[in-house]
């Protein structure tokens, strides 16, 4: 029987505690490449004419082309370079929710290590990445329709406080619901980067395949593990969030994801002594369910 969401999160603090410094170095160095490209592509937007000095917001003043083209390339870039990272993130969070040793921070770079790994990662994030597209699609073209609704209403409106209000209301409504159908549809994809560390040489299919098997009739659960994280918000306003917030979050994930593939196991009636499961025999298992 899958854990409760407080036994889980439990398990994910007392896992945490042995590798706490190393979670908030990894957490840094995310930011500082997050960071370090925020400031490439500022610098291209000075070059390029689109952001001057006396600006003091951060973001461009307006749009030309050669700004959208570099600006792609350079998210694109930021984008393939660092899907090794990403991964070798989940795998140290992985490891550590085994309770044992400590990864070191320098095991997130494991993933750089080959080219069939890299290949592997980028297949993998591709494969989650495209299909999330689809879904993220139907989030923003109702919030952009409705948006650009309320901006007709008002401008044809008498534009008093309760219209305004009302407005803003439904706005606030109708993105929020948008928001957590995205995340149901989406959230399936969430343990990939866990499960390629749990079977290191299945397939992206078969990882795919197994990432959807891990959330199935979960979702509910899943999201009332993550929405808990809201009472965490108040120490955001005086910690520093990726102190506390995103350490926690990943290891709660990796928990989670640990508990479910053991559940899938047990289900194939063969549990690992790592608690990790077979992609052949969990994939074979779904297509028999299915006939």
Not at 21 to 33: P, Q, R
Not at 69 to 92: D, E, K, M, N, Q
Not at 124 to 136: C, H, M, Q, T, Y
Not at 221 to 239: D, E, Q, T, V
Request: proline letters at 3%; one cysteine or more; hydrophobic letters at 50%.
């Amino acid at each position: 029987m899958m854990k409760t969401i407080r036994e889980i999160k439990g398990e994910a603090v007392e896992r945490l505690k042995s590798c706490w410094a190393e979670s908030v170095m990894i957490s840094l160095l995310e930011l500082g490449i997050y960071c370090l490209t925020y400031t490439v592509l500022l610098m291209t937007a000075r070059v390029t004419g689109v952001h001057t000095a006396n600006n003091v917001i951060l973001i461009p003043e307006k749009f030309s082309l050669p700004f959208v083209i570099s600006a792609i390339v350079i998210l694109a870039v930021h984008y393939i370079a660092t899907i090794p990272l990403h991964f070798g993130i989940r795998w140290f969070f992985w490891q550590n929710s085994t309770g044992k040793d400590v990864m070191p921070v320098s095991s997130v770079f494991a993933c750089y290590s080959s080219r069939e790994t890299r290949s592997k990662c980028l297949s993998i994030k591709l494969a989650a990445d495209v299909r999330k597209l689809g879904w993220g699609l139907l989030f923003v073209v109702p919030v952009c329709a409705e948006l650009f609704l309320a901006d007709i209403i008002w401008q044809n409106s008498a534009k008093g406080e309760d219209v305004q209000i009302g407005l803003l209301a439904g706005c606030i409504i109708m993105t929020a619901g948008a928001w957590v159908f995205y995340m149901i549809c989406t959230i399936k994809y969430i343990p990939a980067g866990y499960i390629m560390a749990a079977n290191p040489y299945a397939a992206a299919g078969e990882i795919i395949a197994l990432c959807k098997r891990t959330s199935k009739r979960k979702y509910v659960y899943i999201l009332k593990m993550y929405a808990g994280n809201i009472r965490h918000a108040p120490l955001i306003i005086f910690i520093f969030p990726i102190l506390v917030l995103r350490p926690y979050m990943l290891m709660t994930t990796a928990v989670s994801v640990r508990e479910s593939l053991k559940e899938i196991d047990g289900e194939n009636g063969a549990v690992n002594t790592d608690n990790t499961v077979s992609a052949d025999n969990a994939v074979g298992s779904e297509k028999d369910n299915g006939r």
